[in-house]
């Protein structure tokens, strides 16, 4: 069962969950302390008045929406046309762990330049996926 391109997706749709308990857990009592009333908020730019940390994590859950949607769809092409092979496998499980890295390192610590580091090595398994399915295409 683990040795399939999905059990990655699962994986990382589940942190993306994670990462959303986590921002309302934090959110809504900031939200309740500064005295802000979600029915009248207009723009996202009225919430920086929260705490750093709280923003970091809901910055986070955000970018969960971003780039893993190439991972998805190029989780689901490798799946699909038979290249979920173990190496596959294996940079999909290595984008999940840089990925969950990256979440707890943006919602703690947030140095940049370290977070930049995970952010590039998870995309690097990115480039490598594509470009195995490319070479599979065209063998």
Known sequence: MYASMMVPVLALV?????????????RIP????????????????ELDVLPRGVRQIADNHNHLHEQPVLFYALAMYSHLV?????????????YVILRIAHSVFQATVNFIPVRFLIYTLATLCLFVIAIRNVIALLA
Do not use: H, R
């Open 30 to 45: 900031a939200m309740q302390k500064a005295g802000l009333n979600a029915a009248k908020l207009k723009e996202k730019s």
């Open 14 to 26: 589940c942190w993306t969950l994670v990462m959303w308990t986590w921002m309302y857990a934090t």
């Open 82 to 94: 038979g290249v979920g092979d173990p190496i596959n496998i294996g940079f999909a499980w290595s």
